[in-house]
């Protein structure tokens, strides 16, 4: 804030870009009152997304597919996010065996876990995400047109995001199991 402060006397309008929904980094320090919240967060309050007489909200995102910016829109943004159209063809190709775990090529994805006692971290949902990106590993990614646009390569290429920095760690470590081969030449 203080910076904000200190720049207003010499600029006749402000630019605040960001997503003041995203989500921050760990801190270890607790702030009193607002001082820990963002200018974004302090000058919109109460609300996921700025008005349109405050400013500007971008609403066309590029990088979700359909099936998952619904969910992130509805979720986090009010219902504003709306996928740019040719994202619809981006996927994660099935194989023609199918797959026991992740039966779909886009989209939001739920598969239950049973565990107790789990706080932090869960060795039971490590094993199950183990057998999803097992399945995961070597199905054809589509692009913009609908085209093979590569491969979903190795473990190392999935992003992990978990609520905890110990269970991604975990993820992170885990290898796949019964790792696919991948084709003579291909590099990762």
């Known amino acids: 804030m203080a910076n904000l402060v200190g720049m207003t ?5 402000i630019v605040l870009p960001g997503d003041q929904v995203q989500l ?19 000058s919109i309050p109460g609300h996921d997304t700025i008005s349109r007489d405050r400013g500007l909200f971008l609403k066309p995102s590029g990088r979700m597919h359909p099936g998952i910016c619904s969910f992130i829109s509805d979720a ?10 040719h994202t619809v063809n981006r996927r994660a190709k099935l194989p023609a065996g199918g797959e026991t775990l992740v039966r779909q090529e886009a989209g939001e994805l739920s598969v239950p876990v049973e565990h107790e006692g789990n706080v932090q971290a869960s060795g039971e949902e490590v094993a199950v995400i183990r057998r999803i990106v097992n399945e995961l590993v070597g199905r054809d990614l589509t692009g913009n047109r609908g085209e093979v646009a590569g491969r979903v390569a190795a473990h190392r290429n999935i992003l992990f995001v978990a609520p905890y920095n110990i269970q991604v760690r975990r993820l992170k470590k885990a290898p796949p199991v019964n790792p696919a081969p991948l084709p003579t030449g291909f590099e990762p």
Do not use: F
């Open 24 to 42: 921050g980094q760990p801190i270890q320090g607790r702030h009193p009152g607002e001082s820990g919240t963002s200018i974004l967060e302090y």
């Open 9 to 13: 006397p010499s600029a006749r309008k």
């Open 76 to 85: 986090v943004y009010e219902g504003r996010l709306a996928p740019e159209p």
